[in-house]
T-cell receptor, first 118, second 114 residues
Framework: AQTVTQSQPEMSVQEAETVTLSCTYD???????LFWYKQPPSRQMILVIR??????QNATENRFSVNFQKAAKSFSLKISDSQLGDAAMYFC???????????????FGKGTSLLVTP | DSGVTQTPKHLITATGQRVTLRCSPR?????VYWYQQSLDQGLQFLIQ???????AKGNILERFSAQQFPDLHSELNLSSLELGDSALYFC?????????????FGPGTRLTVL
């Protein structure tokens, strides 16, 4: 089974600064997807960004970008120009590229709580 | 708003009881996933249905069951409830079974077992 590890339970960043959240994963598959989800205090799960393993180019969505290192099985999220609204729990998630036994279910890390200070 | 609805928003019940959580997927989505978010286990996949059929199973307890109806809404049934079943239960839907299909999450049902 694939495991997703987020080694930073909490992170803090000042408004307008840049922060990087870490994620590593363990898999024997070559075809998979990786995601970052944001969960604000409302508890809604919001997709921030996704990366397909066979694409070497790192995904970018406005102020959010990833550093995908396939060989190292690392998938970090960089948030630039941090805003107060970025404060939330961030989850890294893995999804297999083939249906397998768990279909296309998401496998989540434990999460990183991001605090943004004025 | 993801387009996925879940009812009720909150549910408080006692140990040993049975509850039913309901999920309506986005219009046109055939696949429904159930996830549980608890302090102990984090976010974990429970079960998936596609067009009325069970498609994949995760860490779902035998006391839990689910189904998807012809109108594609899904229900998650939790029975013989224990304190440890207190959690946030999410439903997510996707269009189908294509590998690229994105999952859209509902707002969740907060279950408290006293």
């Amino acid at each position: 089974a694939q495991t997703v590890t987020q080694s930073q339970p909490e992170m803090s960043v000042q408004e307008a600064e840049t922060v990087t959240l870490s994620c590593t994963y363990d898999t024997s598959e070559s075809d998979y997807y990786l995601f970052w989800y944001k969960q604000p205090p409302s508890r809604q799960m919001i997709l921030v960004i996704r990366q397909e393993a066979y694409k070497q180019q790192n995904a970018t969505e406005n102020r959010f970008s990833v550093n995908f290192q396939k060989a190292a099985k690392s998938f970090s999220l960089k948030i630039s120009d941090s805003q107060l609204g970025d404060a939330a729990m961030y989850f890294c998630a893995y999804r297999s590229g083939g249906p397998g036994g768990s279909g296309y279910a998401l496998n989540f890390g434990k999460g990183t709580s991001l605090l943004v200070t004025p | 708003d993801s387009g996925v609805t879940q009812t009720p928003k909150h549910l408080i019940t006692a140990t040993g009881q049975r509850v039913t959580l309901r999920c309506s997927p986005r219009s046109g989505d055939l696949s429904v996933y159930w996830y549980q978010q608890s302090l102990d286990q984090g976010l974990q996949f429970l079960i998936q249905y596609y067009n009325g059929e069970e498609r994949a199973k995760g860490n779902i307890l035998e006391r839990f069951s689910a189904q998807q109806f012809p109108d594609l809404h899904s229900e998650l049934n939790l029975s013989s409830l224990e304190l440890g079943d207190s959690a946030l239960y999410f439903c997510a839907s996707s269009v189908g079974l294509e590998r690229s299909n994105e999952q859209f999450f509902g707002p969740g049902t907060r279950l408290t077992v006293l």
